[in-house]
């Protein structure tokens, strides 16, 4: 059975941030709010919560995971960054966007793509995700709640709950989250590729 804590989504608690991160510390997989719908994240690099993520997710080793930062400084550790991919990625963080980006060797292997070595980042807009980060001091490896079988993600902490109660050591309720996700932008190139569009603006990226 799962933790289920309620953070204020414009002014979250510091007592219930620091009680989440140490459950990620540990080990644990969470479901919590962002910008674009619920995700699920864990400790980057813990190899049992991954795994565990890919089962409920039922998700293959071809699966693009992305790491949520807090900011671009974060990006620059984990994913290859030149000038011009680092204007347009300033331009357009914190947002609703997953960039895929050639990943640095700090990336853990299990997290990359098997043939690409490529990594999903992003730096939501989103107060509580913001504040997860913060405490972690580091980029928390995430995939969109997206139930297997259907496309679009979970909005609801109440049907998480009901759902995924018995799989998952904390769910935060965040209140109801937006229910188009993010759009998907491949960096790795320029000019970029548009990937999946969703809810950030294509217009920088030439959509």
Not at 68 to 93: E, P, Q, W
Not at 119 to 142: F, Y
Not at 173 to 182: F, I, K, R, S
């Amino acid at each position: 059975m799962s933790l289920y804590l309620q953070i204020h989504p414009e002014n979250p608690q510091k007592r219930l941030i620091d009680q989440a991160v140490q459950i990620v510390r540990q080990g644990g997989v969470i479901a919590y709010p962002t910008d674009s719908g619920y995700a699920l994240g864990c400790h980057l690099g813990d190899k049992k919560a991954i795994e565990k993520i890919k089962w409920l997710r039922s998700l293959d080793d071809k699966h693009n995971f992305t790491l949520m930062c807090s900011d671009l400084s974060d990006i620059g550790t984990y994913a290859k960054v030149d000038n011009s991919v680092f204007r347009l990625l300033k331009a357009n963080t914190p947002g609703a966007y997953t960039f895929i980006l050639n990943a640095t060797s700090e990336v853990p292997r299990l997290l990359l793509h098997p043939k690409r070595r490529s990594i999903g980042v992003r730096v939501p807009d989103h107060r509580i995700t913001h504040a997860l980060l913060e405490a972690l001091g580091e980029p928390l490896m995430s995939v969109t709640l997206i139930p297997v079988g259907e496309t679009l993600p979970m909005t609801d902490p109440e049907e998480i709950r009901d759902r995924y109660d018995a799989h998952l050591d904390l769910i935060i309720d965040g209140g109801a989250c937006h229910l188009e996700p993010t759009s998907v932008i491949d960096l790795r190139e320029l000019p970029p590729t548009i990937v999946r569009e969703g809810r950030g603006d294509l217009t920088p990226f030439g959509g």
